[in-house]
């Protein structure tokens, strides 16, 4: 099984402060995904382990250090975020350029177009100018570009974002099983449940730092940080907190809290972050006090939005009261907390 190496690998951008910081991961053959939000380092990481752009620290490529090599020289492809096609050239030219930038003959180039064509819905418009196609054909051309490429690994930067979500949707689970056994996949995105559906693992980045790795699951029910939380838990909203003996105190109304929970008691006496999913509160007579903003759907269930203090959160259920009306919640479990500085989680899960 082939294997890319990452040890504390570092990328600057443009001259500027590193953007990627001490990232170290393994990736192996099949589908390897980052997730991460927008401006969180995706495309700097790719293109640093890429070798477009310059990086510190160790990449290895099946052991053999690659570092100091050029993009060429690495074996790779990368599919860039804003595609990178020829507009003004025609569909068969762009497929079939790189493949005679690496010599291969005439006959057999042609012939490897048209059998990549037809799986990504090209071979109609294999002659049609870039510029004519549409955003879901475009990005189809990219992604049979780097097909055709056959490369060691393959980096795919959330090329589907700028599709509507109905229509990347489709394209996602139209073109991605295509790659399946196409060696090393490394494919950043910005979708949860594109995460989830290509593997087990996923590598969560944000603000150029490697946060947590683990399953979709793993990241919402137990959460690294706060931004973890937030991403991938439904309804959820971050709020101050103090701890004590006696439990935690929400703007000024104590609930109980199990301190034994913590990983450390010196957070006894301290402000915190409490994460606040829905189902983890409840409309009730005595408690916080609230105004209520407004009321939706959600996945469990109708939806209370509140607002308290200069925060908005969410509680599980419903009230007949109008919108603007005042109301109290109260706190049902403390799932989550997390430290005020650094927002890393202080709970046992």
Known sequence: MSKLTCRDVTVG????DDVIRGFSADFSDGFNVIFAGEKSGKTTLLKGLAGVIESKGEILSDGEDIGFLSLKERDFAMVFDDLALFERR?????????????????????????????LFDLDVMID???????AW?????????????????????????????????????????????????????????EAAFLSEEVLYLNC???LQKGSVAELREKPACASAFLTFSENAALLPATLSKEGIKVFDVLFPFDSSRLIGENYIGKEVLLGLRAEDAEIAADGVSAVLQGRFFGEKGR????????NTLFVLGETDLPVGSKIKFSIRKVFALFDAVNERAIVRY
């Open 137 to 193: 054909h475009k990005t189809a051309l990219a992604l049979c570009r780097a097909y055709l490429r056959r490369a060691h690994v393959t980096f795919i930067d959330n090329v589907f974002a700028p599709l509507d979500l109905e229509t990347r949707r489709e394209a996602f689970y139209r073109f991605m099983p295509l790659f399946a056994e196409r060696g090393i996949v490394v494919y950043a995105t910005d979708s949860a449940a």
């Open 303 to 310: 939806v209370s939005a509140l607002y308290v203090e200069g």
């Open 90 to 118: 025609s569909v068969r030219y762009n497929l079939e350029y790189p493949l005679k930038l690496r010599k291969v003959p005439k006959e057999a180039r042609a012939e490897m177009v048209l059998k990549a064509a037809a």
């Open 13 to 16: 951008y443009f001259g500027y």
């Open 208 to 210: 150029g730092y490697l």
């Open 128 to 134: 049609a100018q870039v510029y004519k196609l549409n």
